[in-house]
């Protein structure tokens, strides 16, 4: 899977969960601790990383509001 196809799922995340999305992409990587060089670990862990990074750069909605 390419970088920009993590960042992709990474930004799907974001989109329908907001700061959650960083919560679940981490359950969905300890899901597949049992394995912690198989393909599943692995990949959550790359999309947990792009989810963080996505999260700072994105401010909340709030912060909008005077």
């Known amino acids: 899977m390419t970088d920009q196809d ?11 969960h907001g700061h959650a999305a ?4 981490k359950r969905r990587k300890a899901q597949h601790a049992h394995e ?6 692995l990949l959550w862990g790359r999309i947990v990383d792009a989810t963080a990074r996505l999260l700072r750069i ?5 912060a909008y509001v005077n």
Do not use: K, M, R, Y
């Open 22 to 25: 960083l919560e679940i992409a």
């Open 36 to 41: 912690p060089l198989g393909d599943g670990f």
């Open 6 to 16: 993590v960042i992709e799922l990474a930004a799907i995340l974001v989109n329908e």
């Open 58 to 62: 994105h401010p909340t909605h709030s």
